[in-house]
């Protein structure tokens, strides 16, 4: 197992008192599998995903149960620890590039970044692996783009710059928060085009957020659906799709009728 996360209870210390965002959360991860976690805002989803990557501040959040990655417990890790886990062993891509890159720094140097931080390589071999990152996730002529600005690229290249900085360590796991909710319907499919693709040939495990069904389906064989902070349902994104058993979840179908009704297709989401 990759990642088995057990019990994770999340509470969130606000100025109007504590709030629990996550209560009796249990996930597990097998090596190159692609999981979804659905549910609409609110649900608990991205706090899930901070919290797993020791995103969350600890002044302002509590944080309990365990969460196993490879035999070692996130939640009992060390900031330092975790700096060396994040980047290198588990990497997250967010959902709004233009707040998540420097707009005043080469993408270039941008995708470089963890190649900095958590190795020894020269100048000439970062960039290669820089390059090698974003051919991987899908962008046209890498050399080129290597010099650019943020501003210079559309929406859907710099979601895929963000992808190759968070690929250019070879994770085990890449957590995706909503990687395709700003974008429109066909870069959309682009991009979870390239996710299968990293899933499939690099064997990346993925834990695929949105609130979605639809994105979900295109990429995952299994679903965990959230509302609340609390898991309504879990299991195989055809049982989910064909069979399922609670009503919320019945709503969220309902909400993608094209995917509800078994067409296929993608939206914006």
Request: aromatic share 4%.
């Amino acid at each position: 197992m990759l990642l088995e996360v057990e019990r994770l209870r999340v509470e969130l210390h606000t100025r109007r008192g504590s709030v629990t965002a996550v209560e009796d959360f249990s996930l597990a991860l097998e090596p190159g599998e692609a999981v979804g976690l659905v549910g609409e805002s609110g649900s608990g989803k991205t706090v899930t995903a901070h919290a797993l990557m020791g995103l969350l501040p600890r002044e302002r959040a509590a944080v309990t149960g365990r969460a196993m990655f490879d035999g070692s417990d996130l939640f009992a890790m060390s900031r330092a620890q975790l700096r060396q886990m994040q980047g290198r062993q588990l990497s997250i891509v967010f959902q709004e590039p233009m707040t998540s890159l420097n707009p005043t720094m080469r993408i270039g140097r941008q995708v470089e970044d963890a190649l900095r931080v958590h190795t020894g390589l020269d100048a000439g071999a970062r960039r290669q692996r820089a390059l090698e990152a974003m051919a991987l996730a899908g962008l046209p002529e890498p050399e080129g783009l290597y010099r650019c600005y943020p501003h210079q690229l559309s929406g859907g290249m710099r979601q895929r710059v963000m992808i190759a900085a968070a690929l250019v360590l070879r994770p085990r796991l890449l957590i995706a928060d909503e990687p395709t909710t700003a974008l429109d319907v066909t870069i959309q499919a682009q991009i979870l085009d390239t996710l299968r693709q990293i899933n499939r040939q690099e064997g990346t495990a993925i834990l695929l957020i949105s609130h979605d069904l639809g994105v979900v389906r295109a990429l995952c064989s299994r679903v965990v659906v959230m509302r609340q902070g609390v898991i309504v349902e879990q299991g195989r994104v055809e049982d989910i799709f064909h069979r399922p058993q609670q009503a919320y979840t019945r709503q969220l179908l309902e909400a993608r009728p094209s995917w509800g009704k078994g067409k296929g297709g993608q939206g914006h989401g």
